[in-house]
């Protein structure tokens, strides 16, 4: 423990902290400020999954940025590694400590102000704490959308959403969160404040630095605002679960359906019959739409901001024809918004009704939309060949070419085995996915499960450009260690 000095009396609560900083901790952000109950510090210390658990010196819960800058100058000072955490839904372990017990959780839960919405600018400035939700509402309240969308937008922050740079279900039509940022604040590691809450759609002054702190997972400082893009909010809404034979037949819809509805083409989800059953099996209220089942399923969402769009006709025509020549099973539409969210809690339901199936795999990949058909059958096969009776629950946002490539155990393997395989099942997927030049991560980020991944995947010159960003920003690499790069 470098950074505890031996005379210090440690902190009785953790053993881990010298009482001298866990007190002026308390000072910079006060008593609601610091958990110390392990009833309260639970939460913070297991994430979403159950799947990476960890020990915290402290959990830190600041309400301003004063008050992040304040516990990262000390925190810089003193040598003690930092975990910033969000809603805690991410899916690599990113944002949990290690075992160490000598890492400071520092929880944005707190600085979760909506500070100003721009109608005429269409922007809308949020607290890194804020719930993807509440922010999704209050551009709701003035007429605007806010397209970020996906299953854990109920806890998830919009700081977690730039740090892991998130995508969800509406990336074909808006974007992923990069491009729905135009500024945003950081706490830099040594507790200095970079406020480039910028709300410009054209800024040419030279690098563009929030580029750099969007998708860095915690490692290079604490977001603590941004400046968000504002759309028209939609009027009009068409939704459809169509079953298809492969996902061949779903990528020639996918394009049939893109020449067809251009931009208005907002969601398209593909989901494996093992997915739905899974949804079937442990989701209350979920029903199969149709009367038999079918290999695959496609959920499709078109949106339009005019009255008179008329989606209903327009998906109708758009599978009219895939359904005279086969390509197309079987579908049906959404005659209603209660209608269209219960064919939604078909797709969004999936991550969670995996969980009841015992330890799984995840691995969130990226290759071309043409490819996707060719990416399914090799990796599938490889596995198959690997691992007997695993089951694969493949679905995802395959319109951006991103599949939920998730594994569970053959049903009558132990669940520590199958976990002790996670490396080899991983490199199995990845070098499949390597061969179509797509991405180990598309979605989620690095975290704890992939950082050693990308030695593998990534060239030596783009791992050195990595490093010594991060030994920039960070010298003293206090930002959450070990995660993100590879050791
Ligand atoms: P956390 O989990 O708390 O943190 C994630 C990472 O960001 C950690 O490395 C953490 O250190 C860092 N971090 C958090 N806040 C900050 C900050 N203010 N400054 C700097 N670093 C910070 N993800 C998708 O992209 N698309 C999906 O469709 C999707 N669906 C999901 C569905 C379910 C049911 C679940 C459980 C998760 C899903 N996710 C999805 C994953 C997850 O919700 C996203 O990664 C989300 O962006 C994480 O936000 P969070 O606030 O929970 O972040
Ligand atoms: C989703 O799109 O449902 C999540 O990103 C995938 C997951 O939980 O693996
Ligand atoms: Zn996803």
Redesign the pocket.
């Known amino acids: 423990m470098e950074s505890v000095e031996r005379n210090d009396t440690l902190n009785p609560l953790t053993r881990e902290l010298p009482q001298r900083v866990s007190d002026r901790i308390r000072d910079i952000v006060g008593e609601r400020g610091i958990l110390t109950d392990p009833a309260d510090t639970a939460p913070y210390l297991s994430d ?1 999954r159950g799947a990476y658990k960890g020990k915290a010196a402290l959990v830190v819960r600041p309400a301003s940025t004063a008050e992040v800058s304040g516990v990262l100058a000390l925190c810089h000072q003193e040598g003690i590694p930092v ?9 690599c372990g ?2 949990m400590p290690d075992a160490s017990g000598r890492q400071i959780v520092l929880s ?1 839960n707190r600085l979760n102000r909506i500070r100003n919405i721009d109608a005429a600018n269409d922007t809308l400035v949020a607290e ?1 704490g804020c719930i993807l939700a509440d922010v999704q509402n209050a551009a709701r309240e003035v007429g605007r959308l806010f397209p970020l969308s ?3 937008e109920g ?3 919009i ?6 740079n ?4 509406a990336v074909l039509r808006y974007g992923n969160m990069r491009d729905l940022t135009l500024g945003i604040e950081v706490v830099l590691p040594d507790g200095r404040i970079w406020d480039g809450l910028r709300g410009l759609r054209k800024d040419n002054t030279g690098y563009d630095l929030k580029h750099l702190f969007i998708g860095s ?2 490692s290079l400082g ?3 605002a941004a400046v968000l893009k504002l759309y028209p909010l939609p009027t009009e809404k068409a939704v459809a679960f169509a079953a298809l034979p492969s996902p061949e037949a779903a990528i020639e819809l996918f394009k049939h359906l893109r020449s067809l509805c251009g931009p208005r083409l907002t969601g398209f989800e593909l989901m494996s019959r093992m997915s739905l059953d899974f949804v079937l099996r442990h989701m209350a209220g979920c029903t199969d739409p149709m009367a038999e089942p079918h290999p695959w399923y496609l959920l499709i969402e078109l949106t339009d901001s005019s009255p008179t769009a008329n989606l209903r006709e327009l998906i109708e025509t758009g599978l009219m024809g895939p359904l005279e020549d086969g390509q197309v099973l079987d579908a049906v539409i959404a005659a209603d918004e209660a209608q269209a969210a219960a064919l939604w809690k078909l797709r969004e339901g999936i ?2 009704a995996q969980n009841f199936e015992g330890p799984s795999i995840k691995h969130d990949i990226s290759v071309p939309v043409s490819s996707i058909p060719g990416f399914i059958d090799k990796a599938s096969a490889a596995l198959s060949n690997e691992i007997p009776g695993i089951r694969l629950v493949c679905y995802g946002h395959v319109g951006d070419g991103n599949l939920h490539f998730n594994l569970s155990k053959p049903p009558d393997s132990e669940n520590a085995d199958f976990r002790a395989q996670a490396g080899r099942i991983g490199r199995v997927v990845y070098d499949v996915v390597a061969q179509f030049t797509g991405s180990i991560s598309a ?3 690095l ?1 704890q499960s992939k950082r050693q991944d990308i030695v593998r995947y990534k060239s030596d010159l783009e791992l050195e450009l990595m490093r010594s960003i991060k030994g920039l920003l960070d010298p003293k690499a206090i930002m ?1 260690p070990g ?1 993100v790069l590879p050791d």
Request: aromatic share 2%; proline share 0%.
């Open positions: 979403w975990v910033t955490q969000g809603g805690n839904t991410g899916l990113g944002s944005l890194a996906m299953g854990s806890s998830c922050t700081g977690g959403n730039l740090a892991t998130a995508g969800g279900i997972e915690g604490v977001i603590t991550s969670e979605e989620h980020g975290g959450n995660k």
